[in-house]
């Protein structure tokens, strides 16, 4: 059954009430006839009224006549009731308007109340609409990536985008949990007037100490709500506006360094011997074990990183220029070997489990001295000024040598022309230079045919600089001329080495002879000199 419409009502707010009054009666009525067999009688009539409440009961009995030995009698109940129903209609805000249908059921005969339309806030009334609706709008005013230690600024408009717009008091709130990274934000929040027009505010913000990117939120909560009482809150959907700005810094590439024994010596050195294939087990020849170590692991994986591109192993020859990537294989603790030997030395997706990358470096064909780096490479950013760990980071460089030839003599041992005169030197030249650490770990051995005597590294004064071994006698050591004089002599050296542990595969070799001196005429003519004795 459909409801009955009532009334439509529009009243404001302020404090005032309306009171609306509805008087209604109700009535009701009963026939009932019987017959009997009786005795021929007079009828007698009865009524009465009772009142309980406020409804009124009115009761009325008539007996019939007798006819013939049957009577025929007629009773009728009756009933009416009045009733008043009153209600009021109130609100305390000024600007609140409601537009409100009143119904009246039919069945159980109560109103119905529905809220069609107006404007409300404080505690917002479901069917009109709200005089307080902030909004917030978030602005980033930074358009190029905004580097680390740079600001990241966002204007933030505040505003109460209702239809009717009263002047709304709200409250601007910077919520502290949502910035777990430690990011400094610079607003002024608190207390704000909103009408229709909006109101505009910077936000600065500066990275944390660890991450490029957090989340930040903002609420403008009506400043009405905060001041309700419980029970009122209870029943009221806070009038708020939450945002979540996003600042995003530039992340600078991650962090690599050496690990292992790179990173205790600082250098590397592949000469002659590295060169042998053992027999048994991974080939190692010509290769340098390298190990790239991430510092950063705990917090951040090299593969986590967006901007991460590559973790080369680089190299060039000390005075080049140009880095070159290098190539070669990639090694894991259980013994797997995986061949990179035709692609590039890229560390980036093989990380262990404690943030390690073992490689073996395919050193280059040609010998000499090279710089070592391990890199970290980032998509480029194209600014005017970038940090230098924005676009690469580098781990520290090591200087190491390829030396895979043994020395080889250099020119014709002296003398030359095959004699030896007092004060001549006997030496042997190379190529490289040699190892003259002492003690020297070469020998030095000669004899004099005819002579009893073997010349060595202990009764041989011996002098070792750079390419060059040089020897002469010690006359102070026992040794005469007459020992020697015109005899031929043969020296030889062996276990010379180079500066990096190449030895020499022979004997240096060179025979000569004493040259054969009249001692007994021998003699000096000085003039002027004065020798005085004590």
Not at 425 to 451: H, K
């Amino acid at each position: 059954q459909k409801l009955r419409d009532t009334n439509n009502i529009r009243f404001s707010g302020g404090g005032g009430s309306y009171t609306f009054q509805y008087d209604f009666q109700r009535e009701a009525s009963s026939l009932a006839s019987h017959t009997d067999e009786s005795e021929a009688a007079p009828y007698f009539a009865f009524q009465s009224d009772v009142s309980l409440f406020t409804v009124s009961l009115h009761l009325e009995t008539r007996i019939g006549t007798t006819h013939g030995g049957s009577s025929t009698s007629t009773d009728e109940v009756g009933a009416s009731s009045e009733a008043m129903v009153k209600f009021t209609l109130s609100d305390p805000d000024v600007a609140d308007v409601f537009d409100v249908d009143v119904f009246f059921h039919p069945q159980y005969e109560t109103f119905v109340f529905a809220t069609t339309g107006g404007y409300s806030s404080c505690v917002h009334e479901m069917g009109t609409a709200p005089l307080e609706d902030p909004r917030i709008i978030v602005t980033p005013l930074t358009i190029d990536p905004v580097l680390p230690g740079q600001e990241s600024l966002f204007e933030i408009t505040l505003l109460n985008d209702c239809i009717t717009c009263s002047e709304s008091s709200f409250v601007l709130e910077l919520d502290v949990g949502s910035n777990p990274n430690g990011f400094r934000v610079f607003l002024d929040t608190g207390s704000v007037t909103l009408e229709k027009v909006p109101v505009k505010k910077i936000m600065r913000v500066m990275r944390g100490p660890v991450a490029f990117e957090s989340d930040i939120k903002l609420r403008l909560i009506s400043q009405c709500d905060q001041a309700l009482s419980p029970d009122d809150s209870a029943l009221n959907t806070p009038v708020m506006k939450e945002v979540t700005v996003k600042p995003e810094f530039l992340e600078t590439c991650p962090r690599v360094r050496f690990g292992g024994e790179l990173d205790d010596t600082m250098s590397f050195l592949i000469t002659k011997v590295n060169t042998i294939k053992p027999k048994t087990g991974l080939d190692t020849s010509n290769t340098v074990r390298i190990i790239a170590f991430n510092p950063d692991f705990p917090e951040r994986r090299w593969s986590e990183y967006v901007r991460l591109e590559h973790v080369y192993v680089q190299y060039r020859r000390v005075g080049s220029p140009i880095w070159a990537v290098g190539h070669g294989d990639f090694l894991f603790p259980n013994g797997t070997i995986i061949p990179r030997s035709s692609s590039l030395l890229d560390a980036k997706m093989f990380e262990n489990t404690f943030g390690f990358v073992t490689m073996l470096w395919n050193v280059p064909n040609q010998d000499g001295e090279y710089e070592l780096r391990i890199r970290t490479m980032c998509k480029s950013v194209t600014l005017d000024e970038v940090p230098p760990d924005v676009n690469g980071v580098s781990s520290a460089t090591i200087i190491g040598h390829l030396d895979r030839r043994e020395p080889e003599q250099f020119g014709l041992p002296e003398p030359l022309d095959g004699n030896y005169f007092p004060g001549d030197v006997i030496s042997f030249e190379f190529n490289e230079p040699l190892d003259c650490t002492e003690p020297y770990t070469f020998q030095v051995r000669m004899t004099v045919a005819g002579a009893d005597r073997v010349y060595n590294n202990g009764n041989l004064v011996i002098v070792c600089e750079g390419r060059k071994i040089a020897m002469s006698t010690r006359i102070n050591n026992g040794f005469t001329w007459d020992d020697v004089n015109g005899l031929q002599a043969a020296v030889t050296v062996q276990g010379i080495t180079d500066r990096y542990g190449n030895r020499y595969g022979r004997k240096a070799e060179h025979t000569f002879e004493f040259a054969e001196l009249q001692l007994d005429s021998t003699s000096v003519a000085m003039n002027g000199i004065i020798f005085t004795l004590n």
